[in-house]
């Protein structure tokens, strides 16, 4: 039986009412954002991140934010020991799987009365919601997933989990593991060289990791580092599912992967060039017309936009998706796997 503890979080605009919730496998922090009455999303986030580290980017996203709360209330779900101010676990607790990670998940649903709701999650996220979905199928209205994962890790995904593990917990959050992390996530564009600076989302993601209890880190890494490859059941996925995924994402091919064993009538892929993992944080506006569209399918509203300026390196405008995404069939009946375009500067 799940129980709360209503904490008010004030540190930035965006991060709403945290409530931490008492599951059969740990408290769970649940920061709240928008109307209660409407539509659950639900967001997962990659690991050693939280919600504002790994969201921010997209809900500080003018267009997306809008469109996002316009239709849905938004429960931001942490690994435990990954929100904000957090307490460090005890190197006596049980390890958590997967599957606990999952389960978690549905007693949150029961404990705020939410039927089935929309997800939405990051990599190693992305793969828990999938879980989810595969268990508590009912659920699950959609999936929107951003460089996901679907099969048990590969030998050299392996191998880096277990040399931050052991860095973690020899060293804690040093540089050695936040440059793996980095790697994880962003391009090589963002992540600077000897005669480019790093960006700003990478110093903030940075200062976001520092942050971070080192064995509440591991414990999140082993829990991924021993998933179980779900490939084979993603046919029997009745919901809808949206997946973003970087061209230069080192999961790239996962992503691929995953698509190729979904319903290719209920699926649709979004591959984002000059991009990295975290295309929430990189490229956030390349996001906005895939999920206009894809949510249209579900009857909910457009965000009617203020401007249509459109980024060189940004593949919002119409003319930069394929055609596949405007037609009849992705409104609901099929989505079919797409590629963005770079638009090219005259």
Same mark, same amino acid.
């Given at each position: ?27 769970? $922090? ?8 409407? /539509? ?58 997967? &599957? ?33 979905? @595969? ?18 890790? $590969? ?76 490939? &084979? ?28 064993? #979904? &319903? ?51 593949? #919002? ?5 394929? /055609?596949? @995404? ?8 099929? #989505? ?11």
């Amino acid at each position: 039986m799940a129980e709360s503890v209503f904490v008010d979080i004030n540190s930035t605009p965006l991060a709403g009412k945290e409530h931490i919730v008492k599951t059969s496998s740990g408290n769970v $922090s649940v920061a709240i954002l928008g109307d209660r009455e409407k /539509p659950a999303l639900i967001t997962y986030p990659d690991l050693s991140l939280n919600h504002t580290s790994c969201f921010q980017g997209l809900f500080a996203y003018q267009d997306s934010f809008s469109l996002l709360l316009r239709n849905f209330c938004i429960y931001h779900i942490s690994p435990p020991g990954h929100e904000s101010g957090a307490v460090s676990a005890s190197p006596d607790e049980v390890p958590i799987t997967a &599957d606990d990670l999952a389960d978690q998940i549905v007693e949150i649903l029961n404990y705020f009365g939410l039927g089935m709701v929309m997800c939405l999650g990051v990599t190693a996220g992305a793969y828990i919601l999938t879980l989810f979905a @595969l268990k508590y199928t009912g659920r699950v209205m959609g999936l929107i997933l951003v460089s996901p994962l679907c099969r048990s890790s $590969s030998w050299t995904e392996w191998f880096c989990n277990k040399i931050m593990s052991s860095v973690l917990y020899l060293c804690g959050m040093c540089g050695v593991v936040q440059e793996l992390l980095l790697r994880r996530y962003f391009s090589k564009a963002v992540l600077g060289n000897i005669d480019v600076p790093e960006s700003d989302i990478v110093k903030s993601c940075r200062r976001s990791l520092c942050e971070m209890q080192s064995y509440n880190v591991l414990r999140y890494i082993e829990a991924i580092n021993g998933r179980p490859d779900i490939s &084979d059941g993603l046919w029997k996925l009745k919901c809808r599912s949206l997946i973003f995924v970087g061209e230069n994402s080192p999961f790239h091919h996962e992503a691929l992967h995953m698509t190729s064993k #979904l &319903d290719r009538r209920l699926s649709a892929l979004v591959e984002v060039q000059g991009c990295g993992s975290m295309v929430t944080h990189e490229q956030p506006d390349a996001m906005l017309m895939p999920l206009e569209y894809f949510l249209m399918g579900y009857g909910f509203q457009k965000q009617l936009h203020s401007h249509l300026s459109v980024s060189p390196r940004s593949p #919002l405008s119409p003319t930069s998706i394929s /055609p596949e @995404l405007f037609s009849p069939e992705s409104m609901g009946l099929k #989505l079919k796997p797409i590629r963005t375009t770079r638009i090219q500067e005259v």
